[in-house]
Protein backbone atom coordinates (compact mmCIF):
# COMPACT_ATOMS: atom_id res chain seq x y z
CA UNK A 1 0.00 0.00 0.00
CA UNK A 2 3.17 2.64 0.97
CA UNK A 3 4.36 1.82 -2.75
CA UNK A 4 0.89 2.40 -4.52
CA UNK A 5 1.24 5.70 -2.57
CA UNK A 6 4.59 7.02 -3.39
CA UNK A 7 4.12 6.07 -7.10
CA UNK A 8 0.57 7.71 -7.17
CA UNK A 9 2.82 10.99 -5.37
CA UNK A 10 5.90 10.27 -8.10
CA UNK A 11 3.19 10.52 -10.72
CA UNK A 12 1.66 13.44 -9.26
CA UNK A 13 4.95 15.41 -9.07
CA UNK A 14 5.90 14.04 -12.92
CA UNK A 15 2.65 15.82 -13.80
CA UNK A 16 2.98 18.70 -12.33
CA UNK A 17 6.68 18.95 -13.40
CA UNK A 18 5.31 18.59 -17.29
CA UNK A 19 2.47 21.00 -16.49
CA UNK A 20 5.63 24.13 -15.33
CA UNK A 21 7.54 23.27 -18.08
CA UNK A 22 4.51 23.42 -20.72
CA UNK A 23 3.97 26.96 -19.10
CA UNK A 24 6.97 28.40 -19.91
CA UNK A 25 7.97 30.69 -22.30
CA UNK A 26 8.91 29.23 -25.90
CA UNK A 27 11.50 30.85 -27.57
CA UNK A 28 11.54 31.18 -31.47
CA UNK A 29 13.97 32.00 -34.22
CA UNK A 30 12.78 33.78 -37.16
CA UNK A 31 12.78 31.79 -40.41
CA UNK A 32 14.15 34.89 -42.71
CA UNK A 33 12.84 32.42 -45.66
CA UNK A 34 9.30 32.84 -44.71
CA UNK A 35 9.40 36.09 -43.16
CA UNK A 36 9.46 39.80 -44.59
CA UNK A 37 10.32 42.98 -43.56
CA UNK A 38 8.59 45.30 -45.76
CA UNK A 39 8.31 49.17 -45.79
CA UNK A 40 6.22 51.85 -48.35
CA UNK A 41 7.36 55.71 -48.87
CA UNK A 42 4.95 58.35 -50.35
CA UNK A 43 7.06 59.24 -53.81
CA UNK A 44 5.63 62.18 -55.87
CA UNK A 45 2.15 61.10 -55.65
CA UNK A 46 1.97 57.31 -55.39
CA UNK A 47 4.33 55.30 -53.23
CA UNK A 48 6.90 53.31 -53.86
CA UNK A 49 7.77 50.01 -51.39
CA UNK A 50 10.62 47.75 -50.94
CA UNK A 51 12.10 45.69 -48.37
CA UNK A 52 15.01 44.34 -46.68
CA UNK A 53 16.77 40.64 -47.60
CA UNK A 54 18.79 39.87 -44.81
CA UNK A 55 17.51 39.97 -41.20
CA UNK A 56 17.51 37.72 -38.05
CA UNK A 57 15.77 37.33 -34.94
CA UNK A 58 13.99 35.86 -31.56
CA UNK A 59 11.11 36.43 -30.49
CA UNK A 60 10.37 34.72 -26.79
CA UNK A 61 6.67 34.18 -26.55
CA UNK A 62 4.14 32.95 -23.79
CA UNK A 63 0.53 32.59 -24.52
CA UNK A 64 -0.37 32.34 -20.76
CA UNK A 65 1.06 35.96 -20.22
CA UNK A 66 1.74 37.94 -23.03
CA UNK A 67 3.43 40.65 -21.12
CA UNK A 68 6.19 38.38 -20.32
CA UNK A 69 7.00 38.05 -24.11
CA UNK A 70 9.94 39.98 -25.81
CA UNK A 71 11.56 40.03 -29.19
CA UNK A 72 14.93 41.02 -30.88
CA UNK A 73 15.27 41.59 -34.78
CA UNK A 74 18.48 42.80 -36.09
CA UNK A 75 18.17 43.92 -40.13
CA UNK A 76 21.12 44.15 -42.81
CA UNK A 77 20.93 48.23 -44.53
CA UNK A 78 22.70 47.08 -47.56
CA UNK A 79 20.57 44.40 -48.29
CA UNK A 80 17.35 46.95 -48.87
CA UNK A 81 15.73 46.22 -52.18
CA UNK A 82 13.09 47.98 -53.68
CA UNK A 83 13.32 46.68 -57.29
CA UNK A 84 15.93 49.28 -58.94
CA UNK A 85 19.56 48.99 -58.46
CA UNK A 86 20.30 52.26 -59.11
CA UNK A 87 17.69 53.68 -56.42
CA UNK A 88 18.44 50.80 -54.44
CA UNK A 89 22.58 52.26 -54.67
CA UNK A 90 21.47 55.79 -53.59
CA UNK A 91 19.34 54.08 -50.80
CA UNK A 92 22.54 52.69 -48.99
CA UNK A 93 24.74 55.93 -50.00
CA UNK A 94 24.91 59.09 -47.73
CA UNK A 95 21.57 59.97 -48.70
CA UNK A 96 19.97 57.96 -46.48
CA UNK A 97 21.16 54.68 -44.58
CA UNK A 98 24.61 54.79 -45.04
CA UNK A 99 24.56 51.91 -44.97
CA UNK A 100 28.90 51.36 -44.43
CA UNK A 101 29.08 53.43 -41.38
CA UNK A 102 25.28 52.06 -40.02
CA UNK A 103 25.12 48.35 -41.11
CA UNK A 104 22.19 47.40 -39.34
CA UNK A 105 18.78 48.53 -38.18
CA UNK A 106 18.24 46.96 -34.46
CA UNK A 107 14.58 46.48 -32.62
CA UNK A 108 14.08 45.28 -28.99
CA UNK A 109 11.33 45.65 -26.92
CA UNK A 110 11.07 46.77 -23.75
CA UNK A 111 7.32 46.31 -22.84
CA UNK A 112 4.12 44.09 -24.16
CA UNK A 113 0.85 45.11 -24.00
CA UNK A 114 -2.03 42.61 -24.66
CA UNK A 115 -5.06 43.52 -26.15
CA UNK A 116 -8.35 41.68 -28.06
CA UNK A 117 -8.37 39.23 -30.66
CA UNK A 118 -4.63 37.56 -30.52
CA UNK A 119 -3.53 41.33 -30.62
CA UNK A 120 -1.18 43.47 -28.63
CA UNK A 121 1.20 46.80 -28.32
CA UNK A 122 5.30 45.69 -28.45
CA UNK A 123 6.85 49.09 -27.13
CA UNK A 124 10.76 48.74 -27.79
CA UNK A 125 14.06 50.75 -28.77
CA UNK A 126 14.73 51.03 -32.56
CA UNK A 127 18.21 51.89 -33.55
CA UNK A 128 18.59 53.28 -37.09
CA UNK A 129 21.54 55.63 -38.84
CA UNK A 130 22.97 56.17 -35.02
CA UNK A 131 19.82 57.17 -33.65
CA UNK A 132 17.50 55.14 -31.38
CA UNK A 133 14.35 56.38 -30.41
CA UNK A 134 11.48 54.30 -29.04
CA UNK A 135 8.49 52.56 -31.09
CA UNK A 136 5.49 50.98 -30.83
CA UNK A 137 4.61 48.16 -33.03
CA UNK A 138 0.80 46.96 -33.24
CA UNK A 139 1.31 43.37 -33.91
CA UNK A 140 -1.29 40.42 -34.31
CA UNK A 141 -0.52 36.87 -33.37
CA UNK A 142 -1.97 34.49 -36.03
CA UNK A 143 -1.34 31.22 -34.77
CA UNK A 144 1.19 28.15 -33.41
CA UNK A 145 1.50 24.56 -34.18
CA UNK A 146 3.32 21.61 -34.83
CA UNK A 147 4.17 21.32 -38.74
CA UNK A 148 5.51 17.92 -38.89
CA UNK A 149 9.58 17.95 -40.03
CA UNK A 150 9.25 21.73 -40.02
CA UNK A 151 8.90 22.02 -36.23
CA UNK A 152 6.97 24.41 -33.93
CA UNK A 153 6.03 27.25 -35.89
CA UNK A 154 4.21 30.68 -35.26
CA UNK A 155 3.49 33.38 -37.14
CA UNK A 156 3.18 37.21 -36.11
CA UNK A 157 2.13 40.50 -38.01
CA UNK A 158 3.98 43.61 -36.70
CA UNK A 159 3.14 47.31 -38.20
CA UNK A 160 4.38 50.97 -37.62
CA UNK A 161 4.92 54.59 -38.77
CA UNK A 162 7.85 56.35 -38.52
CA UNK A 163 9.48 59.59 -39.46
CA UNK A 164 12.59 59.28 -41.01
CA UNK A 165 13.30 62.51 -39.83
CA UNK A 166 13.53 61.76 -36.64
CA UNK A 167 16.45 58.92 -37.68
CA UNK A 168 18.56 62.02 -39.61
CA UNK A 169 17.42 60.62 -42.68
CA UNK A 170 16.87 63.77 -44.12
CA UNK A 171 17.48 64.12 -48.02
CA UNK A 172 14.22 65.34 -50.26
CA UNK A 173 13.73 67.05 -52.89
CA UNK A 174 11.61 69.98 -53.40
CA UNK A 175 9.07 69.94 -56.78
CA UNK A 176 8.89 73.04 -58.99
CA UNK A 177 5.06 73.44 -57.83
CA UNK A 178 5.40 72.99 -54.68
CA UNK A 179 5.74 69.68 -52.17
CA UNK A 180 8.31 67.06 -51.87
CA UNK A 181 9.81 64.51 -54.01
CA UNK A 182 9.70 61.78 -50.87
CA UNK A 183 7.35 61.53 -47.93
CA UNK A 184 8.82 62.29 -44.50
CA UNK A 185 6.74 59.13 -43.13
CA UNK A 186 7.79 55.55 -43.56
CA UNK A 187 4.74 52.53 -43.44
CA UNK A 188 6.78 49.12 -41.97
CA UNK A 189 5.06 45.72 -42.29
CA UNK A 190 6.73 43.28 -40.95
CA UNK A 191 5.28 39.31 -41.46
CA UNK A 192 7.11 36.65 -39.18
CA UNK A 193 7.08 32.93 -39.90
CA UNK A 194 9.50 31.74 -37.07
CA UNK A 195 10.31 28.10 -35.47
CA UNK A 196 10.60 27.23 -31.56
CA UNK A 197 13.77 26.67 -30.47
CA UNK A 198 14.78 23.70 -28.42
CA UNK A 199 16.68 23.17 -24.99
CA UNK A 200 20.34 23.39 -26.80
CA UNK A 201 19.00 26.62 -28.55
CA UNK A 202 18.65 24.51 -32.20
CA UNK A 203 15.27 25.03 -33.92
CA UNK A 204 14.28 22.74 -37.06
CA UNK A 205 16.27 23.98 -40.28
CA UNK A 206 13.89 26.40 -42.70
CA UNK A 207 12.93 25.10 -46.03
CA UNK A 208 13.87 26.90 -48.96
CA UNK A 209 11.79 28.41 -51.01
Known sequence: MKLARLSGAAVCMLIAMVSIANAEPATFRIDPNHSQVGFGIRHFFSRVSGRFNKFSGSIVYDDKNVTGSSVE?????????????????????????????????????????????????????????GVTKPVTLDVAFLGMGAVGAMGTRAGFEASAALDRKEYGIVWNQVLDQGGTMLGDEVQVNIDIEAVQMDGQGHGAAPMKK
Not at 80 to 97: C, H, K, M, V, Y
Open 73 to 129: ISIQTASIFTNNERRDGDLRSANFFLADSFPAITFKSTKVTPGEGGRFKVEGDLAMH
